[in-house]
């Protein structure tokens, strides 16, 4: 149990709409990453926030965006959703003690 | 060229065995931590072992074994005894530079191991 959340669970949309995911930590987890799995493959980095300001980001593109609130939830945006954005999207949070990502259960996003 | 380079797609080990899933990395960096993480059907990233650059032991925890061996850029799980419920994706990732409090801490991940446990 590393007391990560994600909602929802699973999540069909259609190419050219938005999405936005959820994620909640726990207290003291400053830090929070999102990461993108595709089909067969291993995570990719899509940014990471540290006390509601994003200081890190991977090759994705500006329609990918989020949030972090001062509840130690966070949000990831996509706009105009394209066919290839399908994938397992995954919410990891760090505590500033360790250097260890703890992951959510994830959240399937298909793009019809 | 890939940080993280697993060439195991899939192992077969026997139920009670032990099996060990290979992972070399490429960094430059002279700070870095070195990961294990788990991956069931369901989905769920599970944290399994961590080792540090710096680190001159051998990270355990459990049945888990980490064999690290730097000169070689290698960082190999070892997983003793295996039961039914180990059969999973297996990722090997890692984290460049000192993370410090607020640091960027991307993590990078191979492309994982199918393990599947046999009865």
């Known amino acids: 149990e590393t007391g990560v959340t994600q909602s929802p669970t699973h999540l069909i949309k259609t190419r050219g709409q938005q999405v936005t995911l959820r994620c909640s930590s726990q207290?003291?987890?400053?830090?929070v990453s999102w990461y993108q799995q595709a089909l067969g493959q291993g995570p990719q980095f899509i940014f990471q926030?540290?006390?509601?300001?994003?200081?890190g980001r991977g090759n994705f593109p500006p329609r990918f965006s989020g949030l972090q609130f001062p509840n130690y939830s966070s949000e990831l945006n996509v706009n105009a959703l394209e066919l290839d954005d399908s994938a397992l999207y995954l919410c990891?949070?760090?505590?500033?003690?360790?250097?260890?990502?703890?992951f959510g259960p994830g959240t399937r996003l298909t793009v019809l | 060229a890939q940080k993280i380079t697993q060439t195991q797609p899939g192992m077969f080990v026997q139920e009670k065995e032990a099996v060990t899933l290979d992972c070399t990395y490429d960094t430059s960096d002279q700070s870095y931590g070195l990961f294990w993480y788990k991956q069931p059907s369901s989905g769920e990233m599970i944290f399994l072992i961590y080792?540090?650059?710096?680190?001159?032991q051998n990270a355990t925890e459990g049945r888990y074994s980490l064999n690290f061996q730097k000169a070689r850029k290698s960082a190999n799980l070892v997983i003793s005894a295996s039961q039914l419920g180990d059969s999973a994706m297996y990722f090997c990732?890692?984290?460049?530079?000192?993370?410090?409090?607020?640091?960027?801490?991307?993590?990078?991940f191979g492309k994982g191991t199918r393990l599947s446990v046999i009865a």
């Open positions: 080792q540090g650059s710096y680190d001159e």
């Open positions: 207290s003291g987890h400053n830090t």
């Open positions: 926030y540290y006390r509601e300001e994003e200081n």
């Open positions: 990891a949070s760090r505590p500033a003690t360790t250097d260890t990502q703890y």
């Open positions: 990732a890692m984290r460049e530079g000192r993370p410090g409090l607020s640091g960027n801490t991307p993590l990078v």
